[in-house]
């Protein structure tokens, strides 16, 4: 099962990881098929370390899961087996254990200190030139990046989730 991400920079290709985290990939997959992702910006941006997006606020401090929690929150999905051992991983942004909402971020590299503490739920199979003018755009003190990066709209190539 895979998705394309159609940024302003270019397409990047990733495939889930549904058999092993099949909470967190139904919830990327139903804010990816509402639209919830159109529009959205790239709003941290860490060279060397990884490229952060998917809160609707573009602040980094917004975000819901489609889950009906009281936080729009839902738990980790930690696997054993899916760590962050190379560039192009894909993971949930958080702040704190079981804290997911709709906020992603893709490595730069590989991070074994974030093993265990993020849902690692895809990884990059096509667009790793994406990465790297995405990884080379100015960032101001904060990791912002200078010039707006937008995810345009999300395809779902085939959706194991839908009913």
């Known amino acids: 099962m895979s998705v394309t991400l159609h940024t302003t920079l270019g397409d990047i290709k990733i495939e889930l990881f549904c058999d092993q985290t099949p909470r967190t990939c139904e919830n990327f997959l139903a804010l990816a098929a509402s639209n919830y992702y159109d529009g959205t910006l790239f709003h941290r941006n860490i060279k060397g370390f990884m490229v952060q997006g998917g809160d609707p606020t573009g602040t980094g401090k917004g975000g819901r899961s489609i889950y009906a929690t009281p936080n729009g929150k839902f738990p980790d999905e930690l696997v054993e087996t899916l760590k962050h051992t190379r560039r192009g991983i894909v993971s949930m942004a958080n702040s ?68």
């Open 96 to 163: 704190g254990p079981n804290t997911n909402g709709s906020q992603f971020f893709i490595t730069y590299k590989a991070h074994t200190h974030l093993n265990g503490k993020y849902t690692v739920f895809g990884q990059v199979i096509d667009g790793q030139d994406v990465l790297d003018r995405l990884e080379k755009i100015p960032v101001d003190a904060a990791d912002r990046p200078r010039q707006d990066v937008k995810i345009n709209k999300i395809i779902i190539h085939a959706n194991p989730m839908a009913t």
